[in-house]
């Protein structure tokens, strides 16, 4: 297909920072691109943002399309929306990715809304592929295939957006792989000119609080998480345990953070995040559907749980049946033991 | 100084509540055996507008889109405290995306017109899409305070509300009209008692329509007797609400699904692994061996 537009990643950042996600998308872009034979550009937004090129390219990005502004700072959805609304009609993208982020899930639809473009939410994968509407008899070549799970995570649906371009999705940190920097990979800057006026800067932040977040589950190699079989708050003790003694990250199933043990930023699963480590040890998790969506791509599964026919097992590379307040020290001793 | 609230919300399927008879043997949902629910993050936004409606007297008005069925979280509303209720239906706002959605919904804010603030859920629990409110929004052109926890104040012409952003919160100051998505952030109100005696007998025109098919004239008289008694939900089709056809439902829809797939989990090979020292100390001979661990 001759003449389609490029892929762009919008490139979210917090102080100069890029965020995780975004770097994620930018290896996903970078297949997308190569199959579809165009370029793939970021989108970033913000001020003074010298310092993120570099990391742009190394990830794969032959285009860096700059908007700097201090009215973009802190990050308001009016002037950011603006300010790629304009750039979209301009350059005509073919596919816009976006990170699920708050800041991503409030701005995509606002964007997509004004182009009257689709807009396919929390998708878990992206593939290019075909599309035949047998309803509207019309076929597609190429089109970004969205799939995303629906309804609580019991379905897996691949949509498709027949309208105008962008093709327009939004991705969860820890979802895309994210690709070996090549630090000898160059690229190039587009300073974009900010035109806004005084409607689009009418929304004040007054006020704005914030702390890096305290785990990172994303980063983790090894993951330790605990369920509702845990049984209480006072027992999560023993995921500590393990997870300190074999350097991992703790985390937890909805049903322990909906218990009130373990604060939400530790969920693993759909409504927390995705994680994908070298090991994943799950600890009276039963393995909901909206858990194991959250986890199955770990490299190795550990689950550990008094009934044999827990789902979670379906995952598991090895099946311990049995009481978790026995077998974790027995695996504290043993990894002790081992180690010497 | 009065303001108008509008408050839109969905009835949903009970998604996250799903049983085993909500199952097909081949892993489908069966939608029918899904309880149908007051989307939760909606029951928050009608919160949040009812105590401003306490704190201020200002006048809540809940709309929805759905089946003739979604009269039921209408009279929950109702029950709850709500002024007025809309129910918008019709076949052809059947298999709406977001966009088709928000742009329908917008149609029935401008229908109305003078609302000073519109707030929704920030996603339903059907779609976890959470697009549906800023879409509205722009179709509007009015500014959006998403993932709202607190309305600070409410002025002439000006909001001032505390939204969680990631790693923390964030205080915002809005021009007035302007659209929030409420979080999670209150303990909704019961249904009261005094306010069930009296909406238990509301009635969407649909609802009367079906329980008096056989006697349209029965059915002309009961509409008559609870319009009179301000007992009639309110109910209007896609060209009332002054919706272009070509932009509601199937056809006002850019997405289209072309696959779906119920999860199966797949049976892996797992090695079982005895709980005891020796089954445990293999394991981990095997994962350190492995570089695994350590």
């Known amino acids: 297909m001759a003449n389609i537009g490029n892929v762009w990643v919008f490139i979210e950042q917090e102080q100069g920072k890029i965020a995780g996600v975004s770097l994620q998308l930018v290896s996903k872009g970078r297949e997308l691109a190569d199959r579809l034979g165009v370029k793939l550009e970021g989108v970033l937004l913000g001020d003074n943002l010298s310092g993120c090129i570099d990391t742009l390219y190394h990830y794969g990005c032959d285009r860096v399309l700059l908007a700097e502004d201090s009215r973009l700072e802190p990050f308001t959805v009016l002037p950011y929306a603006k300010v790629i609304m304009k750039l979209i009609l301009e350059h005509r993208p073919n596919i816009l990715l976006f990170g699920a982020t708050l800041k991503g899930r409030e701005l995509a639809p606002r964007i997509a809304s004004e182009k009257l473009a689709g807009l396919t939410a929390d998708c878990t994968d992206l593939q290019i592929d075909d599309f035949e509407d047998l309803k509207n008899k019309k076929s597609y070549t190429d089109k970004l295939m969205q799939i995303r799970p629906a309804f609580g995570g019991n379905i897996i649906a691949t949509i498709v957006n027949t309208w105008d371009d962008p093709q327009m999705v939004t991705v969860r940190e820890g979802v895309m792989k994210l690709g070996e920097p090549d630090l000898s990979r160059k690229g190039e800057v587009v300073k974009v000119p900010v035109e806004l006026d005084d409607a689009d800067t009418v929304v004040k932040v007054i006020e704005r609080v914030r702390a890096e977040k305290k785990v990172d589950l994303q980063g983790a190699q090894i993951i330790v998480a605990g369920g509702y079989g845990v049984g209480s708050k006072e027992n999560f003790k023993l995921i500590y345990d393990l997870a300190e003694a074999i350097g991992g990250e703790v985390g937890a199933s909805r049903a322990a953070v909906d218990a009130g043990w373990i604060d939400h930023d530790y969920q693993v699963g759909q409504t927390g995040v995705t994680v994908r480590p070298r090991l994943y040890i799950a600890c009276g998790i039963s393995g909901s559907i909206q858990h194991c969506a959250g986890m199955s791509e770990s490299k190795k599964i550990i689950a550990i749980n008094t009934d044999p026919d827990a789902p979670i097992f379906s995952l598991a590379h090895y099946k311990i049946v049995g009481n978790l307040n026995q077998v974790i020290p027995q695996m504290i001793k043993a990894f002790k033991a081992k180690q010497q | ?294």
């Open chain 2, 1 to 294: 100084m009065s303001f108008n609230l509008l408050v839109f919300i969905k009835q949903v399927p009970d998604t996250q509540n799903i049983s085993g008879d909500a199952m097909t043997p081949e892993g489908t949902v069966n939608r029918a055996a899904l309880p149908a629910i007051f989307n939760p993050e909606d029951l928050n936004a009608l919160e949040m507008a009812l105590q401003l409606k306490d704190r201020y007297g200002v006048n809540v008005t809940v709309a929805t889109m759905g089946m003739p069925a979604a009269a039921e979280v209408l009279r929950q509303a109702l029950c709850r405290g709500a002024d007025r209720a809309l129910l918008v239906t019709d076949r052809a706002l059947a298999g709406a995306d977001t966009l088709a959605t928000s742009y329908t919904l917008s149609c029935v804010a401008k229908m109305l017109g003078n609302i000073d603030l519109v707030l929704c859920g920030r996603q339903a629990i059907d779609g976890d899409t959470a697009q549906v409110g800023p879409q509205i929004a722009e179709k509007l052109n009015i500014p959006q305070i998403c993932y709202v926890e607190e309305v600070i104040s409410l002025e002439k012409g000006k909001i001032t509300a505390r939204r969680s952003i990631e790693g923390g919160y964030e205080i915002l100051e809005s021009p007035l009209p302007a659209l929030l998505t409420v979080i999670d952030c209150n303990e909704p109100r019961p249904e009261s008692v005094k306010l069930m005696m009296k909406f238990k007998r509301a009635r969407s025109a649909g609802e009367i329509a079906m329980a008096y098919k056989n006697d349209p004239a029965a059915a002309e008289s009961v509409k008559a007797e609870l319009a009179a008694k301000g007992l009639l939900i309110e109910e209007f089709n896609a060209a009332a609400i002054g919706a272009d056809p070509a932009r509601i439902g199937f056809t006002g829809s850019p997405t289209k699904v072309k696959q779906v797939q119920s999860v199966v989990l797949t049976a892996g090979d797992a090695k079982e692994v005895s709980p005891t020292a020796e089954g445990i100390g293999d394991l981990m001979h095997e994962l350190i061996s492995d570089h695994t661990l350590g």
